[in-house]
């Protein structure tokens, strides 16, 4: 079984825990181009199948950001772009670092200084200051799991 259908099966055991869209009712190629083109680099590849897949939502409450597919000068909210564009601006976190979850024990973010051949960048812990996952899909797993 690949990464992506292990993922897939463990959403759907985990209805108590995680509220994501349905499969397959994600978010369009189009928003998530549009969104590259204002962050200005390349989303990792399991983040948007992630994306493309279920759109968004959260586990045990704590919000996975995503795209809401509204105006990026309007949009706020849980919208990678917004808070992207807030977290330089007001220089909370390193310029590598694309903050994906403000969990309550902790924050998650893109290195973006360590992309692989894959596409794909590790997801970082904050407070523990190390890896946590090698990939989106990981971090899910494990967001899911270990709760």
Known sequence: MNKYDEIKNIIA?????????????GI???WIKKAEERLGFELPN?????LKNYSGGEIYGEEI????????????????????EL??????????AVVICEANDDVFYFDLSMKNDENEYPIYSLN?????ADDFIEFLKKRITEN
Do not use: H, L, T
Request: charged share 30%; aromatic share 22%.
């Open 13 to 25: 055991e985990s209805e108590n825990c995680v509220e994501f869209a349905d499969f397959g009712d």
């Open 28 to 30: 369009s190629e189009e």
């Open 46 to 50: 399991s983040y948007k199948w992630w």
């Open 65 to 84: 950001y995503s795209i809401y597919e509204q105006d990026f000068d309007s949009v706020v909210g849980g919208d990678i772009v917004y808070m992207y």
């Open 87 to 96: 977290n330089r601006k007001n220089e909370n976190y390193p310029d590598n």
């Open 128 to 132: 523990a200051n190390k890896r946590y």
